[in-house]
């Protein structure tokens, strides 16, 4: 694994996101049109990219494969929220911000910045693995997601049919059904499915950075907990977690894939839904900036431990 690929790739997803801040300062961007992007990302372009990844694969079919990685997954995405809940209490999180920093915990960049990152360090062979980790996060995320982003909100949240089948969501079991089928889908279609999807990385990370903009950039780096919060998450839980993911996994792959997961810095889903759900947006912003900052050394520092 090239250790220089993978930093590359971090400081490029970063130098995006610098792009955001500035075109926000210059005025091109402006935070009724970030809301609109908001929209755009959870409705159009990521169930695109969700699609896309399946459309892509060229990945050999094991069913037995894929039940197992479904299962790992699952596993990590309910400890996950248990550990985010240690880190609160440790951390001393105000009781209005820690659904928010649970959440953080349980759901990392596997997504926008999954996909690249994985395909660095193992290569194409690691795409579709990423994928059904990624639709596990969707079903999720509009789910669970929703509960823990009004966690210790005075209103009660009332899940109906319309949140589960979220455009999240049903893009994750229309890429199911299609790789289970091998549903042919036309090339013209899935080729406009996946130039949709290419988009949301960019305009993704770029909202980030003009949401970073309207905070000056002093209280960026003075959120003292992102610091301890960031050490815990990208780089003790990954190191405990390795010797209990490689007694039950022994397959090199799915264990490296496992693992980067969990290291992987906060999603930049967690701005769209403070956004979405009138949160803390300036801490989401500042959260997955710092994470992914850091992220450029966490990562390669994650594979030189355990998987070089």
Do not use: C, W
């Not at 049109?33 to 094991?62: C, G, M, Q, W, Y």
């Not at 299962?71 to 951390?91: A, N, R, S, T, Y």
């Not at 905070?215 to 610091?227: A, G, M, S, T």
């Amino acid at each position: 694994m090239d250790i220089q690929v993978i930093i590359l790739q971090m400081i490029q997803l970063f130098l995006v996101i610098t792009l955001g801040y500035i075109l926000l300062k210059i005025k091109i961007l402006d935070t009724d049109f970030n809301k609109r992007l908001t929209t755009l990302l959870l409705s159009v372009t990521t169930p695109a990219l969700i699609v896309s990844s399946v459309l892509s694969s060229t990945v050999e079919k094991d069913i037995s494969q894929i039940i197992f990685v479904f299962i790992v997954g699952l596993v990590i995405f309910i400890i996950l929220p248990i550990l985010g809940f240690l880190i609160v209490k440790i951390i001393k999180v105000p009781i209005h911000q820690q659904g928010l920093y649970i959440f953080m915990t349980m759901f990392s960049n596997i997504g926008f910045m999954g996909f690249p990152v994985m395909k660095s360090i193992f290569g194409n062979q690691a795409v579709f693995l990423t994928a059904i980790f990624n639709m596990i996060f969707n079903l999720l995320v509009f789910t669970f997601g929703i509960v823990l982003m009004n966690y210790h909100s005075p209103q009660k949240i009332k899940m109906n049919a319309q949140q589960l089948l979220s455009p999240g969501v049903i893009a994750s079991f229309i890429a199911l059904i299609i790789y289970l089928t091998d549903l042919h889908v036309p090339d013209v279609v899935a080729s406009t499915i996946t130039m949709v999807g290419d988009i949301t990385t960019p305009i993704a990370m770029m909202l980030i950075g003009s949401t970073l903009a309207t905070i000056p950039l002093k209280e960026v780096f003075n959120e003292i907990r992102i610091y301890p919060f960031t050490i815990l998450k990208q780089i003790i839980i990954p190191i405990i977690a390795y010797p209990v993911l490689s007694f039950f996994i022994q397959d090199s792959l799915i264990l490296g894939v496992s693992l980067i997961m969990i290291a992987m810095p906060v999603a930049n889903t967690a701005v769209l839904f403070a956004t979405e759900y009138q949160k803390d947006v300036a801490l989401a912003a500042k959260s997955v900036f710092m994470t992914t900052l850091l992220s450029i050394i966490t990562i390669p520092l994650i594979v030189a431990l355990f998987l070089s």
